[in-house]
Every structure is written in structure tokens, then in C-alpha cells.
């Protein structure tokens, strides 16, 4: 169960990485990433930040190994503009409820003759 303090403390690094990740890095490997959602555990040590890619599955992989490689960069991000008692490691994962919500729409058009 989420508490509002964790969901404030998700909320946070996750505005931290958006704004590092748009503005900061130079990597040619990232490509249009949007981060979703952050999950923190509960005692701030491990992070799963879900991003969502613009583009195909070569451009997805691409962009979350270059995330993957900047991880170092993007925690002392947090570190620095964050006041939190552990700066948590920072997994990368893609958020495929992009990828989801677009197939249903495809099965709902399709309709009941499908």
C-alpha cells in the first residue's frame, strides 16, 4: 500500500528525471522518452522509473540502454535536488500501457464481426 509520503516522494523523482532526461542528456541512443511512472520502495533504496518511447522496438531498446548507462548521471540528479534519507538505484523499465491501450482501441473498432 502506497502511503502519501511515497506517492510524494514517486511524484518528486519523477519530475527530477523528466526534467534531466528533456534537458541533459546528450545521448544519441535516447530518443523521445516520457517518464511514466516512478516506484520507490518503502525504504528508498531501489527505484523502478517506467518511461515510455516514442518509436519503434529498435529505437525502445536503443533509448532504455542508454537510459541504463546514465543511471550513475540521473541518481546524483536526484541526489542533489532531492532531501531524501537514501538516494535510491534507478531501474529502467518500459511502461507498455501505451502499447495496451492502443490494441484495445484496435479490438473495440474492429467491432463484434471481427
Not at 11 to 20: C, F, G, H
Not at 54 to 65: I, N, W
Request: glycine share 6%; charged share 30%.
Amino acid at each position: 500500500m502506497t502511503t502519501d509520503r511515497m506517492r510524494r516522494v514517486d511524484e518528486a523523482v519523477r519530475e527530477v528525471l523528466s526534467d534531466a532526461i528533456a534537458s541533459d542528456m546528450k545521448d544519441p541512443r535516447i530518443g523521445f522518452v516520457t517518464v511514466t511512472a516512478v516506484q520507490t520502495s518503502p525504504d528508498l533504496r531501489h527505484a523502478r522509473v517506467y518511461v515510455s518511447v516514442l518509436g519503434d522496438d529498435g529505437v525502445r531498446e536503443r533509448s532504455l540502454t542508454g537510459l541504463r548507462s546514465a543511471h550513475g548521471y540521473l541518481q546524483r540528479r536526484v541526489a542533489r535536488e532531492l532531501r531524501i534519507k537514501h538516494t535510491p538505484t534507478l531501474e529502467f523499465a518500459y511502461d507498455d500501457s501505451v502499447d495496451r491501450s492502443l490494441r484495445v482501441n484496435e479490438l473495440l473498432s474492429e467491432g463484434p464481426d471481427a
